[in-house]
């Protein structure tokens, strides 16, 4: 083989390295979905409070997983919503969330996450209406869960009824959904808290806690407090 | 050749100076460092040794370690003690060129050594065996099914995995289930361990229990909480994107702490007690999907997360 040959070679070799390292770079390590920031104009540890509103559907038509199930997160500065589950708030602060459940039932694996912990009250309201505890058991009536086991934070999700049409495209903008509303004091101090759905949700998966379920972006999260 | 020739005795060979009892020095040098080490090991070091004596099993567990230890010490020392003499006495010499000596068979020191060896692996072997046997011993009470049990009525604690937290349900109290594990000193305690999804592993750490949580297993381990504090408790079988952060604290407290915890706990969790299945060893997974199944036939949609059948199309 020819000098100039062999070091074409080795120059085609080196970039092809050089590429993929930067590929898993950009890809992997840097990518991943955006991080919804709620701590703008608030000064951590006064007790202030932020408004979180997220929803979840029963698809997401807006990624390559459209089958997948999947929580988006309205963004506070654009009000558009975002495909993502990591949001940054203040700590020492009280967060009021707004979750939009658009997605039908699904009963949850082990009951005993159908009973709210960790919200100021132990309650939540389902389209206004105070609740403490659904049964997933009894009847069509539980989507998901939000929970922080961190936080002891555990929201069952209500779904809409029987007879609903479920929104077929998302970020859902209508259909039959229900509106929980809550609130939870973050810690004083920083630190990541991840956040999960508890029903085994990732159809098509081994015990339903695959795809949507370990996946950042759809079913789980991360929610950064900031001191 | 003349007769006297004949009767003349061969030259006798120059008598080798008598060298130093290497044996004896390296013995003497190796018997204080043994015996300084496994007082070390016994008497400061092995009350230090994990996990502890929080429990009857730790407590078991660290003797074992101890034991082990004092009998592995002599041995690392001797090796080291025969390595540093090799090397400061048998060097090479400054100038010295020739070969050493030759090696000869000693068959005292090969009886002595095969000997010893033999009876310190063997006794480890017999001691290992009884201690996994006997009671606190970690193969004794624990499996499915125990060769060994406590007397009397032990505590049941069924510990449920699932991704990627554990709870607790207490059968002897109403079979209410909490996040909280909370145990009394004193007190002979039966988890019983299962998965209701993938394969977990329950790791009470300072209490020295270690048992996997498999779905449709009930995993019995036995222990005595010895003394009241905290410990921690750990999967330690990867299961998923969150095992990291399947950790908690649980708490030894005193019986009648933990019987005024069990009663306000019990009333103040009755109303999801209420909607729980009923208690049992283990929990049929396939629950989930035959309430899927119903709702399939009602045509309600949703998520109909569940135990897939192996022909089903996606597996992670």
Same mark, same amino acid.
């Given at each position: 083989m020819s000098l100039p040959v062999r070091i074409a070679t080795l120059l085609v070799a080196f970039l092809a390295v050089v590429g993929g390292a930067?590929? %898993?770079? %950009?890809?992997?390590?840097?990518?991943?979905?955006?991080? *919804?920031?709620?701590?703008?104009?608030?000064?951590?540890?006064? =007790?202030?409070?932020?408004?979180?509103?997220?929803? *979840?559907?029963?698809?997401?038509?807006?990624?390559?997983?459209?089958?997948?199930?999947?929580?988006?997160?309205?963004?506070?500065?654009?009000?558009?919503?975002?495909?993502?589950?990591?949001?940054?708030?203040?700590? =020492?602060?009280?967060?009021?969330?707004?979750?939009?459940?658009?997605?039908?039932?699904? !009963?949850?694996?082990? !009951?005993?996450?159908?009973?709210?912990?960790?919200?100021?009250?132990?309650?939540?309201?389902?389209?206004?209406?105070?609740?403490?505890?659904?049964?997933?058991?009894?009847?069509?009536?539980? =989507?998901?869960?939000?929970?922080? !086991?961190?936080?002891?934070?555990?929201? !069952?999700?209500?779904?809409?009824?029987?007879?609903?049409?479920?929104?077929g495209t998302s970020p859902c903008t209508s259909g039959p959904h229900k509106v929980v509303t809550f609130s939870f004091m973050t810690p004083r101090h920083s630190g990541d808290y991840i956040w999960q759905c508890r029903v085994p949700c990732g159809g098509g998966f081994l015990d339903g806690f695959g795809g949507p379920m370990q996946t950042i972006g759809f079913m789980t999260g991360s929610m950064q407090v900031v001191a | 050749m003349s007769a006297a020739a004949d009767a003349a005795p061969p030259p006798a060979a120059p008598a080798a100076p008598a060298g130093p009892n290497h044996g004896l020095r390296i013995f003497l040098l190796w018997l204080p460092l043994a015996v300084i080490a496994d007082l070390v090991i016994w008497i400061v070091w092995g009350p230090h040794l994990p996990p502890g004596t929080m429990s009857s099993s730790a407590a078991n567990q660290q003797f074992d370690i101890k034991v082990m230890a004092v009998l592995a010490a002599p041995v690392m020392i001797f090796v080291l003690t025969y390595f540093g003499y090799a090397l400061i006495v048998w060097r090479q010499r400054d100038g010295d060129t020739e070969d050493g000596p030759a090696l000869h068979g000693n068959s005292r020191v090969q009886a002595s050594w095969i000997t010893i060896t033999s009876v310190i692996v063997l006794f480890l072997a017999v001691f290992g065996t009884v201690e996994l046997k006997i009671a606190n011993g970690a193969g004794a009470g624990e499996g499915p099914s125990p060769i060994w049990k406590p007397g009397g009525a032990p505590l049941q604690v069924q510990v449920i995995g699932q991704q990627w937290k554990f709870t607790y349900r207490y059968p002897q109290f109403g079979g209410f289930e909490t996040t909280q594990l909370v145990l009394p000193e004193g007190q002979w305690v039966a988890f019983h361990v299962t998965s209701l999804d993938v394969i977990h592993s329950f790791w009470a750490y300072q209490l020295g229990v270690k048992a996997d949580a498999n779905p449709g297993v009930d995993n019995v381990a036995y222990t005595k909480p010895e003394h009241t504090g905290g410990f921690v408790v750990r999967c330690s079988e990867l299961c998923g994107l969150w095992h990291g952060a399947m950790f908690d604290y649980g708490r030894v407290v005193s019986m009648s702490a933990f019987r005024t915890w069990a009663a306000s706990t019990r009333v103040q969790l009755a109303a999801v007690t209420r909607i729980l299945p009923p208690y049992a060893t283990t929990y049929d997974p396939t629950v989930v999907p035959q309430i899927n199944k119903a709702m399939a036939k009602a045509g309600i949609g949703g998520a109909n997360g569940y135990y897939y059948p192996p022909q089903d199309p996606v597996q992670p």
């Open positions: 930067v590929f %898993i770079l %950009i890809h992997y390590l840097l990518g991943g979905p955006p991080v *919804e920031n709620f701590t703008a104009g608030v000064r951590p540890d006064t =007790g202030a409070q932020v408004s979180v509103v997220m929803q *979840e559907d029963p698809q997401n038509t807006v990624s390559t997983r459209p089958d997948w199930v999947s929580y988006f997160i309205k963004s506070p500065t654009t009000g558009a919503w975002v495909h993502t589950t990591l949001f940054t708030v203040p700590a =020492g602060s009280r967060v009021n969330m707004t979750i939009l459940g658009y997605d039908g039932c699904t !009963p949850l694996r082990n !009951p005993y996450w159908g009973r709210v912990t960790g919200t100021i009250g132990n309650v939540i309201r389902v389209n206004g209406k105070p609740t403490s505890l659904i049964n997933s058991w009894s009847g069509c009536n539980v =989507g998901h869960t939000f929970s922080i !086991p961190a936080l002891n934070v555990n929201v !069952p999700m209500a779904s809409p009824g029987l007879t609903a049409t479920l929104c | -």
